[in-house]
């Protein structure tokens, strides 16, 4: 298999209330011998109606009127898949979370009633904590941004794109509310924003790439293509828009440094690989890892 993650985290995937189609996948995963006896999945706040015009547009019920962007409640999800157990008893969900209540957040001038439901999250933002053999918890900081774009003068997606990823800081640092884990962990995720090229306000995703308690293995793939417009390395490109600006750093995939990274890179097999054709038609993105051994802290 060209993938053989012992947790896996996935974005862009459809939410149902039943799970049915996060079932269907681990079945027909484990029917070719890859098995997640453990998997998460969350209500996100893509595609939720608020009953307001969120974007002013003088209409109700579209896309954008939804707490996050989605043509249907539950769009383009997160789920997270395990071999190890996953304590659900102890998951942090801040996809409610508020955006006016993050710290130090830009969020543009809106209406008070907007205010009151606007979460942060445009789909979802988890602490899951993972169960592994040594007896030492894993903690998943996963997320997923919406892009920097599609949007005005007001630069709204703009300003959320960056304050998603500043959420980690405010937690991290220990501004929020909740206290954040003291053990080793991994922020993962489609920040929807490379560091160096395209569109967006970079700098909550600088900061997060160099803050001390975390490491940047900078994965790196072999997409084949040359990006002479770019300041960044195309060896570090996770997706590709063919439409747009081209090859970019979107995903990011950070343990924190009491954890020893052994290898990393992004699953960018060759256009004359069948299997490049199957990954291009599933999405524009590519699959980061990251190999890592941890020793146990007691």
Request: charged share 20%.
């Amino acid at each position: 298999m060209r993938l053989d993650a012992d947790i896996l985290l996935l974005t862009d995937i459809d939410y149902d209330a039943r799970d049915a189609a996060l079932t269907a996948l681990t079945a027909r995963l484990k029917a070719r011998g890859l098995d997640y006896p453990y998997r998460l999945a969350l209500r996100p706040n893509s595609g939720v109606q608020t009953g307001l015009d969120m974007n002013g547009d003088g209409a109700l019920g579209t896309p954008d009127d939804a707490i996050g962007y989605g043509r249907f409640a539950g769009a383009e999800a997160m789920a997270l898949l395990s071999r190890y157990p996953i304590e659900t008893d102890s998951i942090r969900d801040f996809t409610p979370f508020l955006w006016r209540d993050l710290p130090g957040q830009i969020m543009p001038p809106t209406s008070p009633q907007i205010a009151e439901v606007q979460a942060l999250s445009s789909t979802g933002h988890w602490d899951v904590p993972i169960q592994l053999p040594s007896g030492t918890v894993l903690h998943l900081l996963a997320f997923s941004a919406t892009p920097p774009v599609f949007d005005g003068t007001e630069d709204r997606n703009g300003r959320r794109n960056h304050d998603e990823t500043a959420f980690w800081l405010a937690y991290l640092a220990g501004q929020l509310p909740q206290v954040p884990p003291d053990g080793p962990l991994v922020l993962l995720g489609t920040a929807n924003l490379d560091p160096m090229d395209g569109e967006g306000r970079r700098e909550a995703i600088t900061a997060l790439l160099t803050l001390p308690r975390l490491q940047d293995p900078v994965p790196k793939g072999n997409s084949g293509r040359i990006e002479p417009l770019h300041q960044g390395d195309p060896a570090f490109d996770t997706a590709f828009f063919e439409t747009g600006a081209g090859g970019l750093r979107t995903e990011i995939l950070l343990p924190s440094r009491d954890l020893q990274v052994t290898a990393s890179g992004v699953l960018w097999p060759p256009e004359t690989d069948p299997f490049a054709q199957t990954l291009a038609a599933a999405s524009r993105h590519r699959p980061v890892w990251t190999d890592l051994t941890l020793t146990p802290t007691n």
